[in-house]
């Protein structure tokens, strides 16, 4: 149980594109979905917080209008770069969480380049 | 801020040697600590976990204890598999809030 998935797993763009990402809780309800940022060799980074039907909660430095979030249902979230630029490339990662639990389940990983 | 420091990888054993991956944290409360892996190309897992102090979060031989005193959450496994070979990921989480995340680090097991 508590499987979540991310499509698409790869996704290669033109620079000044948009890419959507979007994240599926399969066997449960996710009241929050997480959505982190993970650069090569480096930690995960959370960009954002999203409750189903509110409005994302951005940490300091993430341009809200840059990355689109949007969790419209208990079972999906996407993410949403505009203006795709280079230095956007980057391994995008969600999680999810129930309500009432305190444990994240993570999606693959969504592998984004920008050329 | 909250933050979480892991021991450089890669860590390279032979199988069924003994495994320790630092983890220390820095945290202005009481958090709750977790343990996650990811193999490759898949998703992190939750591999273990520990809430309060002095707790032992264990699963599939690791092991790790909540050790307040020093701040640590050092993972163990007394014998290694080759299909133990992944990324290792400490964190922590106060409140039930948010994740932080150590850098990680990749566990490599030869036969």
């Known amino acids: 149980g508590a499987v979540v998935s991310q499509h698409p797993s790869w996704v290669i763009c033109k620079s000044g594109t948009s890419v959507k990402i979007e994240c599926r809780s399969l066997?449960?309800?996710?009241?929050?979905m997480f959505w982190y940022r993970q650069f090569p060799k480096q930690s995960l980074m959370l960009m954002a917080t999203?409750?189903?039907?509110?409005?994302?909660?951005?940490e300091q430095g993430v341009e809200k209008d840059k990355f689109l979030i949007n969790h419209a249902s208990l079972t999906l979230s996407t993410l949403t770069v505009t203006s795709a630029h280079p230095e956007d490339s980057s391994f995008y990662i969600c999680?999810?969480?129930?309500?009432?639990?305190?444990?994240?389940?993570f999606g693959p990983g969504t592998r984004l380049l920008v050329l | 801020g909250d933050s979480v420091t892991q021991m450089e990888g890669p860590v390279t054993l032979s199988e069924e040697a003994f495994l320790t991956i630092n983890c220390t944290y820095t945290?202005?409360?009481?958090?709750?600590l977790f343990w996650y892996v990811q193999y490759p190309g898949e998703g992190l897992q939750l591999l273990l976990k520990?809430?309060?102090?002095?707790d032992k979060g264990s699963n599939k031989g690791f092991e790790a204890t909540y050790r307040k005193e020093t701040t640590s959450f050092h993972l163990e496994k007394g014998s290694v598999q080759v299909s133990d070979s992944a990324v290792y990921f400490c964190?922590?989480?106060?409140?039930?809030?948010?994740?932080?995340f150590g850098a990680g680090t990749i566990l490599r097991v030869k036969s």
């Open positions: 066997d449960f309800q996710a009241t929050t």
């Open positions: 999203s409750n189903e039907g509110s409005k994302a909660t951005y």
């Open positions: 999680s999810a969480r129930g309500q009432g639990h305190e444990t994240q389940y």
């Open positions: 964190a922590l989480s106060e409140h039930g809030n948010k994740l932080v």
């Open positions: 520990a809430t309060k102090a002095d």
């Open positions: 945290a202005t409360g009481y958090p709750s």
